[in-house]
């Protein structure tokens, strides 16, 4: 039954994807291009890599509002590794994702020593982390050329770039780990109820530890990811990214409650974002009204998971 809810859920997004191309295609002559599917593609990798982070702490029960000051933490960190120290830019790479599993790993620490809900100790770390990446680049910008620039490039034959595939190949890795793995497994039991999880034997404690170690590897790969995009570490880079990460996982239909989720369907619901504001920049809608768009969007797909949430207890108190 699980399954063929899935299946449903991917080919309602799956339409709703197409849908969206459609009516732009109609609207604008210019959207149906292999120049926008590049422009497409070139956005979302570092959406696509925090989205799955989020994912998977979504469907622990938890939530983490930290991944866009971490990309830019990561982002600065390897500015300061190959700019200021003049370390090989592989060293800056591991670097910067060592100071975003760091964070990622303090963030699950802490929310299993204190108790305190995850929405609270990762609203702190959002400005204590932005902070810090402020301070290592005293508030400013690190041009760095094109030192990761290979990653944007498109590939020859095939016109994605390395930083897709690579988005492509790890959505895939995270779907196997999140559906066929003892680690997600329990992470979606713990998403569910945790207090049945602890009774049963299973530690929340480590899946939130192993969630939000996850989130933090995956946001600072994607802040190197707009390192190679823009040819420098921005300490405002990724601004609103966690935003944007929750609502292409609940477009997805990973509930906000916990317990379920899929990183197929996350991934469609970055390709449902950014094809939207495409779509809209070649409509030549105002950046003011994009946001007004793109948020109601939001609101409307978490409003359809609420109701869908509601739905499924009045069937199963029913059941009962």
Do not use: C
């Not at 600072?220 to 996982?249: F, W």
């Not at 239909?253 to 990183?263: Q, W």
């Not at 504001?277 to 109601?296: D, I, M, N, Y």
Request: charged share 10%; aromatic share 6%.
């Amino acid at each position: 039954m699980h399954r063929i809810r899935g299946s449903a859920e991917f080919l309602f997004l799956s339409l709703l994807l197409a849908a969206l191309t459609a009516f732009f295609s109609i609207l604008s002559p210019h959207f149906w291009s292999v120049a926008t599917l590049q422009t497409i593609t070139s956005q979302i990798p570092a959406l696509a890599l925090t989205a799955l982070g989020t994912t998977f702490v979504l469907v622990s029960g938890s939530i983490d509002l930290s991944v866009g000051s971490i990309a830019a933490l990561a982002g600065t960190v390897f500015g300061w590794s190959v700019a200021d120290r003049a370390l090989p830019v592989p060293v800056g790479v591991v670097f910067a994702l060592a100071a975003g599993l760091m964070v990622g790993g303090v963030n699950g620490m802490l929310v299993n020593a204190l108790r305190v809900p995850s929405f609270i100790v990762t609203l702190g770390m959002l400005e204590a982390v932005r902070g810090l990446a402020y301070l290592i680049t005293n508030s400013q910008t690190r041009y760095l050329g094109d030192v990761l620039g290979w990653w944007q490039a498109p590939l020859i034959g095939i016109g994605l770039s390395a930083a897709f595939l690579v988005a492509l190949g790890l959505t895939g890795i995270a779907q196997f780990v999140l559906t066929r793995t003892v680690f997600g497994r329990h992470t979606v039991a713990v998403g569910t109820n945790a207090e049945a999880s602890r009774l049963v034997g299973l530690s929340a404690s480590r899946v939130r530890a192993g969630v939000f170690a996850i989130s933090g590897g995956l946001a600072a790969l994607a802040g190197l990811l707009h390192v190679a995009r823009l040819g420098a570490a921005d300490p405002n880079a990724g601004s609103g990214l966690e935003l944007s990460a929750i609502a292409a996982a609940v477009i997805g239909g990973t509930s906000l409650m916990g317990g379920r989720g899929s990183m197929l369907a996350t991934f469609i619901g970055v390709l449902i974002i950014a094809t939207l504001e495409t779509g809209l920049a070649h409509l030549g809608v105002s950046e003011p009204l994009k946001r007004v768009v793109t948020g109601t969007v939001i609101i409307g797909a978490v409003g359809a998971e609420a109701m869908r949430a509601r739905l499924a207890a009045r069937r199963r108190r029913a059941v009962k």
